[in-house]
């Protein structure tokens, strides 16, 4: 018998094929019962699977089947003129219950027809090749044949970009600096255009409304520039410290300034985004920022690595500085190209001072959002170990998906709020109120009861010893649920002149929050922070809907509206 011949039956039984757990092949090489001297030819292997199959029937008992699985070899050794194979018993063990015995038998039968199959047709072996490579040729099968050219080529493909990536992101762990600027850009960054980016959802639409035109085209051209002073300013003290201080060496000295000078390039791209937001360009507003910037830096840092560029701190702030000011000047001629269509040319008015005013309050409630995003974990490694640090933070990252829905809604909704408001219609405003907390709340109850029935596997992607911190994510969900159950409270008040209660709210929970973790993190370890860090959430949420309720006559909350409101 041809061995391709006898392999159709091997790869036909195996244990895929009938649910059987465990890999044949891998098992043969297990020795755990021992493994069979013997070495059968087809026909004697046949019969013994015969008499196997007649020691199975009458039902026997426990005791019996006990004896039966004990005495069966690791692999049975089947030997043809041209090779010898190893068969494993592991699937016939598996198969074999505590009281019963009929997918054993079930097993041991399919078997034995597959080998007299083969033996049958070896006379006609010719044939066998053509027939061979048919079911050789199915997806099934596509760990057996060999590959194809094109099969071949993305293989080659695959792996040299996952070396060349494995090589770059290796040799950028190496500097760690580069990635502890890289954090501090980013925060920085982040809030570089003191509140302008958001208070564009507020002037535009108030602007466009009261046909104040001058004050429009002054604001789409001058809070770009005040956003670039602000930017640059900030990156000249930053640079000024590290040119001055005796704390950073030559060595961080130079990355330091590549960062500093990418500063005002993030301040230009937020309010740009504002810009897009108010206008409805949602692709134009986000796609730049969160999308190219991640692709264009890859990119880059993949050519220095191919150039033979040093993968340290330098390369990657220089990458970075390229790409953030490439991306935020291809998003200035868009935003450009299309506001040639939306707003017609003439005069221009400037309101620095009033711009300012309205936006300094916003930028105080961003800075106390993301401090109150992170404090907990910040505090937490100042008093636990690593392990339960990691552990912590895995499962709050994963719960932190639902933050997409808030930030999603409330990244399109603000300068419709704006432009309720400043129109009257208080009716439409509460009913777009209503929309909006219905689109948060629901869509982030749905995903929390996702991510809740499914934490244990996600945690374990990162680890076994993560799933400890799956009862963490009950917790973090109550904190989670309170925002959402409010939606985007915080733009509303933001965009209707509630800007210093907004941030007094915010305020209140960050400094609850720092309180509650040096508190309880001490005795209750990760349990504490998940703890303070819903309490500050549930906090934060209550004052923002007693804001609305009490200043703005709003009900800001996905239950308990009053009926015709």
């Not at 704390?247 to 005002?264: E, F, K, S, Y």
């Not at 005069?347 to 001072?353: E, G, H």
Request: with cysteine; aromatic share 10%.
């Amino acid at each position: 018998m041809k061995p391709r011949a006898f392999l159709i039956f091997i790869l036909l039984f195996s244990p895929t094929c009938y649910g059987a757990p465990g890999n044949p092949y891998a098992a043969a090489s297990s020795n755990s019962q021992g493994s069979a001297d013997r070495v059968y030819d087809v026909l004697s292997f046949a019969a013994e699977l015969r008499r196997l199959d007649a020691a199975l029937q009458g039902n026997p008992s426990a005791v019996k089947i006990a004896e039966f699985r004990k005495a069966l070899p690791s692999s049975w050794n089947v030997s043809t003129p041209e090779q010898t194979y190893s068969i494993s018993t592991k699937p016939l063990q598996d198969q074999l219950g505590a009281s019963s015995t009929l997918r054993a038998e079930t097993w041991i039968e399919h078997l034995q027809v597959e080998i007299e199959r083969s033996h049958e047709k070896e006379p006609t072996s010719v044939s066998a090749k053509p027939e061979l490579d048919k079911i050789l040729g199915g997806r099934e099968f596509a760990s057996v044949r060999p590959p194809s050219a094109w099969e071949l080529l993305r293989q080659r493909i695959a792996a040299w970009i996952g070396r060349m990536l494995a090589a770059l992101f290796g040799n950028i762990s190496r500097h760690p600096i580069g990635a502890e600027i890289l954090f501090w850009l980013l925060l920085i960054g982040g809030v570089a255009d003191l509140g302008l980016g958001s208070a564009a959802q507020r002037f535009i639409p108030e602007y466009t409304e009261h046909k104040q035109l001058a004050l429009l085209r002054g604001f789409l051209v001058g809070g770009r520039g005040l956003a670039l002073l602000i930017g640059t300013a900030i990156a000249a003290v930053a640079i000024g410290f590290v040119t001055l201080s005796p704390v950073v060496g030559t060595m961080t000295a130079l990355p330091l300034g590549l960062a500093c000078a990418t500063v005002p390039a993030f301040a230009i791209a937020t309010v740009q985004s504002g810009i897009s937001r108010s206008f409805d360009w949602i692709s134009l507003a986000l796609v730049p920022t969160y999308v190219l910037r991640q692709i264009v830096l890859i990119a880059l840092m993949a050519l220095a690595y191919v150039a033979g560029l040093p993968m340290d701190a330098v390369t990657t702030m220089l990458a970075c500085l390229i790409t953030v000011w490439g991306c935020t000047l291809g998003q200035a001629w868009f935003v450009n190209r299309r506001l040639t269509t939306v707003v017609e040319p003439g005069p221009k008015a400037y309101a620095p001072r009033a711009w300012l005013t309205t936006s300094a309050p916003i930028s105080l409630v961003e800075g106390f959002y993301v401090l109150l995003t992170y404090s907990d974990v910040i505090i937490l490694t100042q008093f636990r170990p690593p392990q339960e640090v990691a552990i912590y933070y895995a499962a709050a990252k994963i719960m932190a998906l639902v933050a997409f829905i808030y930030f999603a809604v409330a990244q399109t909704v603000a300068h419709k709020f704006s432009e309720y408001h400043v129109t009257g219609n208080h009716k439409r405003l509460a009913d777009f109120l209503a929309q909006t907390i219905r689109m948060t709340f629901w869509p982030s109850l749905a995903l929390i009861v996702v991510l809740l029935l499914l934490g244990d596997p996600l945690l374990r992607m990162f680890g076994k010893d993560f799933v400890a911190g799956y009862y963490l994510m009950f917790v973090i969900a109550i904190g989670l649920l309170a925002r959402a159950a409010v939606g985007p409270a915080e733009r509303l008040l933001n965009m209707l002149g509630e800007r210093r209660s907004c941030a007094h709210a915010y305020a209140g929970a960050f400094l609850l929050n720092v309180v509650l973790c040096f508190v309880l993190i001490p005795h209750f370890g990760a349990m504490g922070a998940a703890i303070a860090s819903a309490t500050a959430l549930v906090f934060e949420s209550a004052a923002l809907f007693l804001i609305a309720k009490i200043h703005l006559g709003l009900h800001c909350l996905i239950f308990g509206r009053p009926k015709g409101s």
